[in-house]
């Protein structure tokens, strides 16, 4: 299982950090992406960290701001989320499965239950 917490209220260009812990299950050969979802839209992809550590993808929404990394000793995968806009008001959720970086929300196979972000402007 994938638990996916550390969302909150901030204001504008504030800063959040979100964690992904897992549990029951070892993450640490497996890719790991972020996603997110507002409300009325379709989910998005963020981020995703290849099972080594030493790759990385970003979405160009994001790109510069989030920086996505991750503890095989710990089983965790962090988002730093910096300069946040109201736009990215959503809930986000960490997924895990594929054995390379993607995109596209199929290729992952475990999800955790989504954490709240909101900012406010």
């Known amino acids: 299982q994938l638990q996916a917490y550390g969302g909150g209220l901030v204001q504008a260009g504030g800063s959040l950090r979100l964690s992904c812990a897992a549990s029951?299950?070892?993450?640490?050969?497996?890719?790991v992406g972020w996603f997110r979802q507002a409300p009325g839209k379709e989910r998005e992809f963020l981020a995703a960290?290849?099972?080594?550590?030493?790759?990385?993808y970003y979405s160009d929404s994001v790109k510069g701001r989030f920086t996505i990394s991750r503890d095989n000793a710990k089983n965790t995968v962090y988002l730093q989320m910096n300069s946040l806009k109201p736009e990215d008001t959503a809930v986000y959720y960490c997924?895990?499965?594929?054995?390379?970086?993607?995109?596209?929300?199929?290729?992952?196979?475990?999800w955790g239950q989504g954490t709240q972000v909101t900012v406010s402007s």
């Open positions: 997924a895990a499965g594929p054995r390379y970086l993607t995109s596209a929300a199929s290729a992952y196979d475990y």
């Open positions: 029951g299950r070892t993450f640490s050969n497996d890719a």
């Open positions: 960290i290849h099972w080594s550590g030493l790759s990385t």
